[in-house]
């Protein structure tokens, strides 16, 4: 009971805000409750604030105590939803897909998968040394394992 009020509360408040979405939820034995969300464009405190208003402002303290926590997910969580990976184009991405790891740069995003295009530098057809050659992989969503934003410095 209490939790189906808390996602209706929640559920209710994300569609207000469209650019918003739900990456996980949980409700521990306390009553201590746990949003995170992402967004669109990232989420600013201001995100939180407003829907953990939405969620607390509607529960009555006094009939079930609880805490809440609403976070947004963290620069190097990993990204869960097809939708995230739109927000990330451009930026650099550690792939996991069929036990095998890619870095590359996050070029393009379809609804089947991504696109990973990366840089190595390889022994040269021909006489010695090496050169460098760009490499492109398209990596459908159903495929990854695993997939983060490598943050440089």
């Known amino acids: ?10 559920n209710r408040a994300l569609a207000k805000r469209e650019d918003l979405f739900l ?3 949980t409700i521990g034995g306390d009553h201590g409750i ?3 969300l992402d967004g669109d464009k ?5 995100d939180c604030m407003e829907i953990s208003r939405a969620i607390e402002h509607n529960l009555d303290r006094e009939e079930e105590d609880f805490s809440l926590e609403v976070t947004s997910a963290g620069a190097t969580a990993p990204l869960v939803l097809p939708r995230q990976y739109k927000k ?6 550690e792939v996991v897909a069929q036990g ?3 870095e590359g740069k996050l070029t393009q995003v379809t609804d089947q998968g991504i696109t990973l ?4 530098r390889e022994p040269k057809p021909v006489g010695k040394g090496k ?3 760009e490499k492109k992989q398209e990596v459908a969503f159903s495929a990854i394992e695993k997939a983060k934003v490598v943050l440089k410095f």
Do not use: C, Q, Y
């Open 42 to 46: 990232g989420v600013s405190l201001n």
């Open 23 to 25: 990456l996980e939820m």
């Open 1 to 10: 009971m209490f939790k189906e009020k808390v996602e209706e509360l929640l």
């Open 88 to 93: 990330n184009v451009g930026r650099s991405l």
């Open 100 to 102: 095998e790891t890619i």
């Open 117 to 120: 295009e990366w840089k190595v």
């Open 131 to 133: 050169h460098t050659v």
């Open 34 to 36: 746990k949003v995170i």
